[in-house]
């Protein structure tokens, strides 16, 4: 009997061992080998994520005109140009639209940020048409309230789990409002610090473009929460809590329109770092 039993164990033993990963994984247990192998990624000399804001306080005409602006940057020789001059690794970049909680006819209110278009190589002017008119032919994710903070939050989430790796990691942000939703016990803006320092911690940069909006005349660019004398600027209010990087910077406009310049100013200084 004893006989019998050490050669049933030990026979156990070794099918176990031979399966561990099987069982392993089959149990639930957390495997290194299900997260992204940063061997097995394409380097890149740049990881982008344009994050654009969708919610409620953009009306249709102004998401029309941020859309526009993108592609129009993409499409522009001048910009190509840089690409032609980067390294043969090229770029890996995506195009997010964001906003908070969404309660829009046929939006999703548990799914407010949508990555519209995936991650994408790009390595020739082709490339960079194609991507803009991806962009071009998108239809609007979402419609909530301004939520900064989570943006951020799922911006490092793509940057973590890219097909891509790269020293060079930026987000490119624009709002024409503040930090909406606050948690208990933590007021919006130290929600939003937070959500920037984690990306800080990563070393990812965060560039921003506020979008001002005159108060009086259209108090939707407020975030519908008060803010202090301090931070009226949106400029200021995102020097302050969402820029990130030591190059990192934020461009102010005063209207929807100006929009298409400020973005190509952004996308110019990001593609330089990439020329060798």
Known sequence: MGTWFVFLFANILFFYNS??????????KPQETQQSDVSSKSYVDTLIVIAVDVSGSVDEEEYQIQKDGIVNTFSDPAVQNLLRQCSSRGIG???VEWSGQSYGPGMDPFNPIVQVIPWTHLLTPQDMDAFANQILTSPRSSQGETDIARALDFSKSLLLSAPFESDNKIVSL??????????AGIPAVDLLSLARDRLASSGVTINAIGIEVDFEADPRGSGFFPVTEADLSLGVYLNNYVRTGERSFVESVKDFEAY??????????MMNACIS
Do not use: C, M, N, P
């Not at 069982?23 to 639930?28: D, K, N, R």
């Not at 298409?260 to 110019?268: G, I, R």
């Open 174 to 183: 624009s709002t024409d409002g503040r930090q909406g939703r606050a948690e």
């Open 260 to 269: 298409s310049e400020a973005f190509k100013k952004q996308l110019t200084v």
């Open 93 to 95: 970049i995506t195009y």
């Open 19 to 28: 399966h561990a990963d099987v069982i392993e994984l089959q149990l639930g």
